[in-house]
């Protein structure tokens, strides 16, 4: 799925997002790093149209995410543990967004067994607890697994390698890069270990403007940790 954004802006008091001309061709992993504040979560949200930008668009396959529903069958996403619900076990909160993908019990119980090696505290089909009252760890599994349930054309992760174990880390990004050839992925961290090793591209937003983006190449995570650490040396001495 082709992502584009033309002329986007969004504002919250102080703080712009601007993005004048994006896109991202079907079937990239794309990374977007940067500071805290600095707009990766609100395009993310413009994305699945969860707000609605002040002026221009974001486009999948050429058709824009707020006049049109189609695009949502296609699109699995997590942005946090807030989107869970908590009240529910993992596998009744599975079952009930597969169901939204008109997906049958017997089809969700079978695509679950691709992520008993991701989610092995609790066997999957066994897990009793409700997701309120699990790690953190284990709560961010949940809405990675629900993402991943559907297979879909887009995949959009928050920080999806956030409070994971070393073993669940490496298995998701195993998994994301084993995805379809046109499967197109977006995903937002601050991990720039694993955003280098498993994307195809990365943009580093700086105060809700893209400053650089970059096919990866072997000198990208030495190139993003010198950015940034050159903007530690900077902000803590505005006179270099």
Same mark, same amino acid.
């Given at each position: 799925?082709?992502?584009?954004?033309?002329?986007?802006?969004?504002?919250?008091?102080?703080?712009?997002?601007?993005?004048?001309?994006?896109?991202?061709?079907?079937?990239?992993?794309?990374?977007?790093?940067?500071?805290?504040?600095?707009?990766?979560?609100?395009?993310?949200?413009?994305?699945?149209?969860?707000?609605?930008?002040?002026?221009?668009?974001?486009?999948?396959?050429?058709?824009?995410?707020?006049?049109?529903?189609?695009?949502?069958?296609?699109?699995?996403?997590?942005?946090?543990?807030?989107?869970?619900?908590?009240?529910?076990?993992?596998?009744?909160?599975?079952?009930?967004?597969?169901?939204?993908?008109?997906?049958?019990?017997?089809?969700?119980?079978?695509?679950?067994?691709?992520?008993?090696?991701?989610?092995?505290?609790?066997?999957?089909?066994?897990?009793?607890?409700?997701?309120?009252?699990?790690?953190?760890?284990?709560?961010?599994?949940?809405? /990675? =697994?629900?993402?991943?349930?559907? *297979? @879909? %054309?887009? &995949?959009?992760?928050? $920080?999806?390698?956030?409070?994971?174990?070393? +073993?669940?880390?490496?298995?998701?990004?195993?998994?994301?890069?084993?995805?379809?050839?046109?499967?197109?992925?977006?995903?937002?961290?601050?991990?720039?270990?694993?955003?280098?090793?498993?994307?195809?591209?990365?943009?580093?937003?700086?105060?809700?403007? /893209? =400053?650089?983006?970059?096919?990866? *190449? @072997? %000198?990208? &995570?030495?190139?993003? $940790?010198?950015?940034?650490?050159?903007?530690? +040396?900077?902000?803590?001495?505005?006179?270099?």
């Amino acid at each position: 799925m082709t992502i584009t954004a033309r002329s986007l802006h969004k504002s919250y008091d102080a703080f712009d997002l601007s993005i004048s001309d994006l896109t991202v061709r079907s079937g990239t992993v794309f990374g977007l790093v940067g500071n805290n504040g600095a707009g990766k979560t609100t395009f993310l949200r413009l994305l699945l149209d969860l707000i609605e930008a002040d002026d221009g668009s974001v486009a999948l396959n050429g058709a824009s995410v707020s006049e049109t529903v189609a695009w949502k069958k296609d699109t699995g996403s997590f942005l946090g543990e807030r989107v869970l619900i908590d009240f529910l076990t993992p596998d009744e909160y599975w079952h009930f967004v597969g169901s939204t993908y008109d997906l049958s019990d017997e089809e969700i119980d079978r695509r679950l067994e691709a992520y008993s090696d991701f989610y092995t505290d609790e066997p999957v089909g066994e897990t009793t607890k409700y997701i309120r009252d699990l790690s953190q760890g284990n709560r961010n599994k949940a809405g /990675i =697994v629900a993402a991943l349930l559907p *297979d @879909p %054309d887009l &995949l959009v992760f928050d $920080e999806p390698f956030a409070s994971l174990d070393p +073993r669940s880390q490496i298995w998701l990004k195993d998994h994301l890069s084993a995805r379809p050839s046109d499967a197109t992925v977006v995903v937002s961290s601050h991990d720039l270990d694993h955003v280098a090793a498993l994307c195809d591209r990365i943009a580093i937003l700086e105060e809700g403007s /893209i =400053v650089r983006d970059a096919p990866t *190449d @072997p %000198d990208t &995570l030495d190139d993003l $940790e010198a950015y940034f650490r050159n903007k530690v +040396r900077t902000e803590g001495n505005p006179s270099i």
